[in-house]
């Protein structure tokens, strides 16, 4: 079973903080995908990152892809509430019949 | 835009019972999935399918079935519901295997009693 590790799991903090978010994995991802959930929702695609050391920007969401495809991470810069939801990254195994993994999401919480 | 439904949000069954899990999606599609989300372990991969009559054991097949009988829909089975299975079962279906953008149903919540 391959494993997509994100941390942390939990993060609490204040409007108008940064954070970052990390997934690592031993596996290599022909792509890897960043989704946002909402409580009652199914998860919606916010990026997909392709090339080893690419960085694509969304806003204020900040994504890169570790030069080996084996890693990822998620920057937001000046958290607001409206940032408050579950965030997973997810990793795509195209040599695996095309099976996504996710990592276990991170709960962002971001008070006024 | 694309619509993946899963029929029930919200469904209690008994121990023993068998549970059929539907989901439809409307944009011909390929790839179809079955996951499992339970807090703390993130969405876990059960089966998934790429094409009609076709499927595949994900992470986590044990107790379950899965039914493709037409392209654009996917059918996951209990067959003895339990109550580890009490969980949130999230359907989901991308274009084909090039890792296009996989689009979610809104999930049905299952408890086993």
Redesign the interface.
Known sequence: ?QL?E?SP?FLSIQEGENLTVYCNSSSVF??L?WYRQEP??????LV?V?TGGEVKKLKRLTFQFGDARKDSSLHITAAQPGDTGLY?C?G?L?NQ?????????TELSVKP | DVK?TQSSRYLVKRTGEKVFLECVQDMDHE?M?W?RQDP??????IY?S?DVKMK?K??IPEGYSVSREKKERFSLILESASTNQTSMY?C?S?L????N???????SWLTVV
């Open positions: 079973t997509l994100q799991q022909s792509s995908q009652g929702e199914g998860p919606v695609l997909t392709v997973l997810a795509y195209y019949g095309g099976k996504l993994i996710f990592g276990q999401g | 993946v790839n999935f996951y703390g372990l993130g969405l876990r991969l998934f790429y595949e994900g992470d999230l989901a991308s084909d295997r090039s890792g953008t996989i689009y979610f149903g809104e999930g």
